[in-house]
């Protein structure tokens, strides 16, 4: 059945599909299959439905592929990792506040502790820059938006 993803849950990965027969179906991230680039809201969807369960949800083949990005830009949270990365503002602008937290309780206590702790967490923003700025826009938003993934 075709259908359109109305929500999906970014830290669980369940969602909710509208299906062509105007029913709702709710899905689990196990059951997307193909692209990882249809997992967010108004992807237009091909699955099977069993009772009011959505499962095998592929990209709807009859539609051309069209990149959609999240509204954090890679070259932007590469470029705050690269220059206020001991402070975790890049970790912050990708909502990750946790991790951010961290890399700035590390660098203030390195103020205190002869800068070891700051230097190391210089070191992964500058890493972590990098891998930002390398990664394409899909990479990027899978690994950082979808899935979520804080560190590295």
Known sequence: M???????????GDGVITGADGRRYAFREADLLG???????GALVDF???GDAAVEVYPDPGT????????????????LALF?????????????????LI??????????????????????????????MTRSDEQFQEAYEIRRKEWF
């Not at 692209?35 to 809201?41: F, K, P, V």
């Not at 051309?64 to 470029?79: E, R």
């Not at 206020?84 to 951010?100: D, M």
């Not at 103020?111 to 923003?125: D, H, N, Q, S, Y």
Request: proline share 2%; glycine share 12%; net charge positive.
């Open 2 to 12: 075709k259908g359109q993803i109305l929500h999906i849950d970014a830290q669980s």
């Open 35 to 41: 692209s990882g680039q249809i997992a967010r809201a």
């Open 48 to 50: 099977q439905a069993r």
């Open 64 to 79: 051309p592929h069209v990149a959609v990005h999240g509204d954090k830009n890679k070259f932007i949270a590469g470029l």
């Open 84 to 100: 206020f990365g001991t402070f975790g503002v890049h970790k912050f602008y990708l909502g990750f506040n946790k991790a951010g």
């Open 103 to 132: 890399m700035l309780a590390c660098t203030l206590l390195g103020w205190v502790v002869f800068f070891l702790p700051t230097m190391i967490v210089g070191v992964i923003a500058f890493i972590e820059a990098i891998i930002y």
